[in-house]
């Protein structure tokens, strides 16, 4: 049963603290963890921050041993109401360094709030001078987490790590997705306009471009997840890098199968044709944003390629 806070004792409340301390030092952890390969400064600043918690926390459990002995109850903030519901972001593969700092700013200005609570329920002088020097410390680590962003700015520290977070995020998740929407929107194109120019059936070309974006989103999510683990090349978890790549194939294949659902066949055609081109237009832009290529070299390697697979499937298709 979720209790309010209002209705929990001294005995509740300094065991509630400790909670809280043990749960924000591990979280402090797994972050510097996570970071420490890719960004040693934040990692850095998070592995002190984890110090200074399980320092709070030897404090609380003396003084708590000290006022009610050595069984501590266990209580923890999601057993009190009024904490806010904390994302696990922890979990997260491809979490940001500034997510993190975020959020680390997030759960010390919590911690603080709870703390100046905790002062106005408590009447023992020894509990009340160790809670307000808990909440001045926390307090102080928010305004070290924002100090902390400061002095990384300042030094480049951060806009380093930012830019590795971005190259992180290009190699994880933008170029197995741009591998599949570049197959989905191109490889399919001959199926479905030969389907279309050979039976002239809106509804037939509809069926074949649905089952060859589904099976080509299956077919490449696979591809793409055992490719390779990851563990060498740093291109993260093949479960994630599969079902992007897979998605957005299929979502590639889609996009100029769905005009085929219209009726009248010219029509259906000619709105695919707009969708193609807009696809195309898409995937250099992408590659150009994030795989640093210049737009017309882009627009150009793409649209070739995409020209010649519509024409082959034309071609084939009236045949």
């Known amino acids: 049963m979720v209790k309010s806070f209002h209705d929990l004792s001294e005995k509740e409340i300094l065991a509630l603290a400790i909670s809280l301390e043990e749960e924000d030092g591990k979280i402090y952890g797994e972050f510097a963890n996570r970071l420490k390969e890719n960004f040693p400064s934040t990692a850095s600043a998070l592995e002190a921050m984890r110090q200074e918690e399980s320092g709070h926390r030897r404090r609380l ?13 266990l209580i923890r903030r999601q057993d009190v109401k009024g904490f806010v519901h904390r994302p696990a972001i922890w979990l997260n593969p491809t979490v940001s360094p500034q997510r993190i700092r975020n959020q680390v700013q997030t759960m010390e200005s919590e911690t603080y709030r709870f703390y100046q609570r905790a002062l106005a329920k408590t009447t023992d002088a020894g509990t009340r001078k160790l809670l307000g020097d808990l909440a001045e410390t926390e307090r102080e680590h928010e305004h070290f987490a924002t100090d902390e962003i400061s002095r990384q700015a300042e030094s480049g520290a951060s806009a380093a790590e930012d830019e590795s977070a971005r190259k992180l995020f290009v190699l994880q998740v933008v170029q197995p997705g ?11 194109l001959a199926p479905v306009f030969a389907a279309a120019f050979a039976t002239r059936d809106s509804w037939d070309a509809f069926l074949v471009g649905l089952a060859a974006s589904v099976g080509a989103g299956i077919s490449m999510g696979f591809a793409e997840a055992l490719s390779d683990d990851g563990a ?77 697979v519509f024409v082959a499937g034309i071609l084939i298709g009236s045949a």
Do not use: K
Not at 178 to 188: E, F, I, K, N, P
Not at 246 to 268: K, Q, S
Not at 270 to 290: D, F, K, P, Q, T
């Open 178 to 188: 741009l591998a599949g929407l570049m197959d989905g929107s191109v490889s399919t």
């Open 232 to 308: 060498l090349s740093g291109r993260g978890q093949p479960l994630l890098r599969g079902v992007v790549c897979g998605l957005m194939t299929t979502l590639g294949g889609i996009g100029h199968t769905l005009p085929f659902l219209i009726p009248n066949f010219l029509l259906a055609t000619a709105i695919a044709v707009v969708v193609v081109a807009i696809e195309l237009g898409v995937i250099a832009w992408i590659r150009n944003h994030y795989m640093d290529t210049p737009l017309l070299s882009a627009i150009f390697q793409v649209v070739l390629g995409g020209v010649l």
């Open 61 to 73: 459990i003396d003084l708590f041993q000290e006022r009610f002995g050595e069984n501590i109850p």
